[in-house]
Every structure is written in structure tokens, then in C-alpha cells.
């Protein structure tokens, strides 16, 4: 498989595990780095902090749905850039929906088990809906 493939496949397959919303201990080693950075709308978080950020997020909502597509990757030996288009929707416990239309970005670095997230930037283009009780989503 090339690069580009590995970085895309790393995308997606963290997408999918986010919906999957399987929580158990570990469960983000395969995407990210040990000492990852998260930044969200919400703030931004390193490491085991950057995991349990993830989790009370997602936790607000019954269900969630991630899209990524156009994935571009940009690599130099051990290290890549990349960034995609996401779709993200998020449904309340009444079955009332946020969605949140945005570009990520991330930077990578190749280790003995495979590409992962150094870091991960979650930028807001557009929100539609309501945000979960005392969040506010920023753009």
C-alpha cells in the first residue's frame, strides 16, 4: 500500500472508530500517537487527556456519523501533513440533530506500528442545529 493510502485508510478507519463509540481502554493507540495534541471547537488536549476529551464529547450525543473525504496527504520521509473535508453528525438523546461541516488536519509520523496522529485539528466551517447544553461551538 502507498503513503497516501496509509494516511487516507488511518483517516477513515479513525472516523469509523469514533462512531463505533467502543470506548474500551487503548482504543485510539492504532490512530494516534501516545503524546497526540486534539484541537476542537471544544479547546485542546494532549495525550490521555486528548483520548478522554474525545470520549465526554461524543459521549454528549445517543449517536454520531463522520464523513471525511478528499483526503490530501503531503509526506517527508517519517513525517506527513494531511487534511480532508468532514461531514459530522451528531444526534441528541431527542433525536434532535447537530452537524458540523468543517476540514481536519492533522500532522503524522510513521512508527514501528504505522502512521499516527501527532496532532489533529478539528476546524468548524459551518454548524447546523443545536449544540449540545452549555457548549458553544465556535467557527
Known sequence: ???????????HSL?????ARDFTPGWMRPYVAEDARMETPLGTSTGDAAVQDTEVALGRYVRTQHIASGVLAET???????????????VHADESVLMVGGRWEGDLRR?????????????????????????????
Not at 1 to 11: D, F, G, P, Q
Not at 15 to 19: C, I, K, S, T
Not at 76 to 88: F, I, P, Q
Open 1 to 11: 500500500m502507498n503513503t497516501h493510502a496509509e494516511i487516507e485508510t488511518l483517516v
Open 76 to 90: 517527508t520521509g517519517k513525517r506527513a501533513s494531511a487534511s480532508w473535508n468532514a461531514l459530522m453528525t451528531h
Open 15 to 19: 472516523f469509523r472508530a469514533l462512531d
Open 111 to 139: 512508527t514501528e506500528e504505522g502512521w499516527r496522529f501527532e496532532r489533529v485539528a478539528v476546524r468548524a466551517v459551518w454548524t447546523q442545529g443545536k449544540p449540545p447544553v452549555g457548549v458553544e461551538v465556535t467557527r
